[in-house]
């Protein structure tokens, strides 16, 4: 919980710096001083406390707030990407205006002499005189009008792709991956994996039956969860996760903790997820006997376990350690970054989701910054890595650039 009002407050910070530079470009380049102004004024300061009212709200189980607050959330991020791209052309655009409107002045001539008697001067200034040019502010207003316009009909538009896709159904995505230690006759061994259900306040029990539905429908040998089901306890929640006990493999399903499962009681939920059948491999391995070959299959907890006193951070040890090198591995391991450690282990593949392939395009950069694969299939000091979208979205029910995914990761022996 405490690290969860602690992204509050920086959120809260910078939403706050975000709204006003939005009020700015939308509010106050866009209107002449009086009511409208006040009136929108008003609106950026209710919007900026939305944002960590809703985030904090959630977390207290006001779910009411979900759809209103995370839709502002993607919608503020897009207005920002499209007023800061805009910047560049809104500079030259000025500058181009100043030039012209300069241009169309009246120059004067050189002034006469003034003769001064002891009562002042005797003549009165110029008629033409021309005061400090204002740059035409009337064209200047239309254009901040123009791109406060042009900015709020696209990240509408691209809010509302992003909603559709975000609640549509996952698509699924097939990867083959040769292994040089699988032996020749578990080729094809295919699992099916899927991360980042997020269940919560915006996602509900419909959600996980059409996921259980999907996986079924693949027939694979291996299911694989790895981590950040869930947003909510198990009071909450348990009801919307019941589905998963319908999970069909041949070898059976597995389940790692994602960094969303220790601000959820992880505890209840490592218990809860067994009970549905699921077995959690907490910092541990399960030996997969199959079609006359074998496989470890690993799985580590989260790294943001570490230090929580809840449960036990990441164990690559107790998970890798004392196998038989000669036995091709799989690592589930929520998070990308883990491979940097199962590399040291001679880990032949980890299987990982939390990024959600960015979720909103152009987050996916920043994402990139944490994390050494965003989606897909890279590699990370010699261990494949394979990162699957995720099925679900955290925050925004919004995806952009990033469908919601399934993925069945099928086997090849070298």
């Keep these: 919980m405490m690290a969860v009002l602690g992204f509050v407050a920086v959120l809260a910070l910078v939403t706050g710096l975000i709204h006003l530079y939005l009020w700015k470009r939308l509010v106050r380049d866009t209107t002449t001083p009086g009511r409208w102004r006040r009136v929108g004024a008003i609106t950026a300061v209710v919007l900026a406390v939305l944002v960590p009212v809703t985030l904090a709200g959630t977390q207290a189980g006001l779910y009411w707030l ?70 035409d502010p009337s064209r200047r207003l239309l254009l901040a009008r123009g791109a406060a316009i042009f900015a709020g009909l696209t990240a509408t538009g691209i809010t509302g792709y992003g909603v559709r896709t975000a609640l549509g159904p996952p698509q699924l995505d097939r990867v083959r991956i040769p292994l040089a230690k699988l032996p020749r006759s578990m080729d094809g061994l295919r699992i099916a994996t899927v991360s980042d259900i997020h269940l919560g306040p915006l996602r509900g029990r419909a959600h996980t039956e059409r996921i259980v539905a999907a996986i079924n429908r ?71 006997q199959a079609r006359g070959g074998v496989l470890d299959l690993a799985g580590v907890n989260d790294l943001s376990g570490a230090g929580t006193g809840l449960a036990a951070g990441p164990d690559f040890a107790a998970a890798l350690g004392d196998r038989d090198p000669s036995r091709p591995v799989v690592l589930l391991a929520h998070q990308p970054v883990a491979a940097k450690e199962a590399a040291r282990y001679g880990v032949d593949l980890q299987l990982s989701g939390h990024t959600h392939g960015g979720q909103m395009v152009p987050f996916n950069l920043a994402v990139r910054l944490e994390q050494p694969v965003v989606s897909g299939l890279g590699e990370v000091d010699g261990t494949k890595v394979y990162v699957t979208n995720g099925a679900g979205f ?6 952009v650039g990033a469908e919601p995914q399934i993925s069945l990761v099928e086997l090849r022996s070298a």
């Design 394 to 399: 955290w925050g925004p029910p919004v995806r």
């Design 66 to 135: 979900a759809w209103p607050g995370y839709l502002w959330l993607a919608l503020m991020f897009y207005l920002l990407v499209v007023l800061v791209v805009l910047e560049v052309p809104m500079l030259v655009a000025r500058l181009v205006l100043r030039r012209r409107v300069v241009a169309a002045e009246p120059t004067t001539a050189a002034p006469e002499p003034v003769l001064v008697g002891a009562a002042g001067p005797t003549d009165p200034p110029a008629a033409g005189a021309v005061a400090a040019p204002d740059h």
């Design 218 to 288: 693949l027939d694979a040998d291996i299911v694989a969860v790895v981590g950040d089901l869930v947003d909510g306890s198990v009071a909450e929640l348990g009801s919307a996760a019941a589905p998963l006990r319908d999970l069909r493999s041949r070898y059976g399903s597995f389940f790692v903790t994602g960094n969303h499962e220790y601000y959820s009681g992880v505890e209840e939920w490592v218990q809860e997820v067994d009970r549905l059948g699921l077995r959690v491999l907490q910092n541990r391995r399960q030996e997969i």
